[in-house]
Structure formats: C-alpha cells, structure tokens
C-alpha cells in the first residue's frame, strides 16, 4: 500500500515542474519519505520505522531523512516553524490539530501532502496513514500550520 502511495505521487508529480528549487527537492523528500511509513504501526514516543511512530516522531523522522533537525514534540515543532495560513501550506509543511480529550498543551501534527491531503501516525492505535485533512473532523480540530522549508 505504500509503495503504491509513493508511486501515485512520484506519478502525479512526473511532467510537472512543481519540485524545481532546492526546497523543493527537501520538500519531495520529506513527503515521500513520509509516505514510505505508511502502514507502520502506531507506537507512542516512537521515531523510527523498526518501533513505530507516534504523530511528532513521524515528523521528526522524515525531516531527518532530508536532513533537517526539528524538535522531538508537536508543541515544539508548531512554535519553531514559520506561521502559515492553510491556504498557502506546500507540500512537507506541518498542520496541527488539538482533541478535546488530551491535555490541554497537547497537539497532534500532520505532514501535508498537498491537495487537502496529509500524512500522519494515528493519535491512537493504529498505522500511519493518508488522510483528507479537509474532512470536518479535521477542520473542527485545527489549529495553525508551520512551515520549516523555506527559500522561495
């Protein structure tokens, strides 16, 4: 499943010149590695795709990937990116969540794909998975976006 993923992206994105900077290029990189973890398992506190990932550690791995260090904790991935308005998120920018059920200090993120699509590790149980970031469970829970790939 997420080779196909990766596939239909790579595919979406041949014969377009929407990857062409080199932030760019980081951009790709982060999705795509992003995407390689979908169906890995849920694992709190995880970061890697031999344990598992929770939702910050997904970021955290995937950003490393392309070489680039970012805080461990959603709270801390939020404040150390740049404000962005979701309608200008690019693809590898980070969303941010907040669900009534949690602590009041705590943020699930998700890396946007682009298109009203994100990649995340489930906030509980479960796999990393493709979601539709415009669904109304989603829009309720919004909180803000980061961006930490700049250059254009």
């Known amino acids: 499943m997420r080779l196909l993923l990766a596939a239909l992206f790579a595919t979406a994105l041949a014969g377009c010149a929407l990857f062409q900077s080199e932030a760019d290029g980081l951009r790709e990189e982060v999705v795509e590695t992003a995407l390689d973890q979908v169906g890995e398992d849920y694992e709190y506190g995880g970061e890697d795709p031999g344990d598992g990932f929770d939702c910050s550690g997904l970021v955290f791995y995937s ?32 969303l941010f969540y907040r669900f009534n059920d949690r602590k009041p200090g705590d943020l ?3 890396i946007y794909l682009g298109g009203g699509e994100g990649v995340h590790a489930p906030v509980r149980d479960g796999e990393v998975e493709v979601i539709k970031v415009t669904d109304r469970q989603w829009t309720s829970r919004y909180v803000g976006a980061a961006r930490y790939i700049r250059g254009d």
């Open 63 to 94: 950003y490393a990937q392309a070489g680039i260090k970012m805080p461990r904790s959603a709270a801390a991935q939020k404040k150390g990116g740049k404000f962005v308005l979701f309608k200008d998120a690019r693809p590898a920018d980070l």
């Open 108 to 110: 699930h993120v998700v």
